[in-house]
C-alpha cells in the first residue's frame, strides 16, 4: 500500500517551500563545496589514506 499519493513530494516542494523561503524558514541557496568539505574542513577532497574506504577509490 502505498503511503503518499504520487506527486506529494513535487507539491510540496513547488507549494510549501517557496512560502516558507518567503517566511526566511528555509534556505533559499547552498554554501559552496561538498558534503565531506563541510563535515571535515575545506580543501579536504578525499578520504584519507588510512580510512578503510580508500581501498576502494577509483582514479
Same mark, same amino acid.
Do not use: K, N
Given at each position: 500500500? #502505498? ?6 513530494? &513535487?507539491?510540496?516542494? &513547488?507549494?510549501?517551500?517557496? &512560502?516558507? #523561503?518567503?517566511?526566511?524558514?528555509? =534556505? ?8 565531506? &568539505? =563541510? ?21
Amino acid at each position: 500500500m #502505498q503511503y503518499l499519493p504520487p506527486g506529494t513530494a &513535487e507539491d510540496f516542494v &513547488e507549494l510549501v517551500v517557496p &512560502e516558507l #523561503q518567503r517566511r526566511g524558514r528555509h =534556505r533559499t541557496s547552498y554554501d559552496d563545496g561538498t558534503l565531506r &568539505e =563541510r563535515l571535515l574542513g575545506p580543501g579536504i577532497h578525499r578520504l584519507p589514506d588510512t580510512h578503510p574506504g580508500a581501498a576502494y577509490r577509483h582514479l
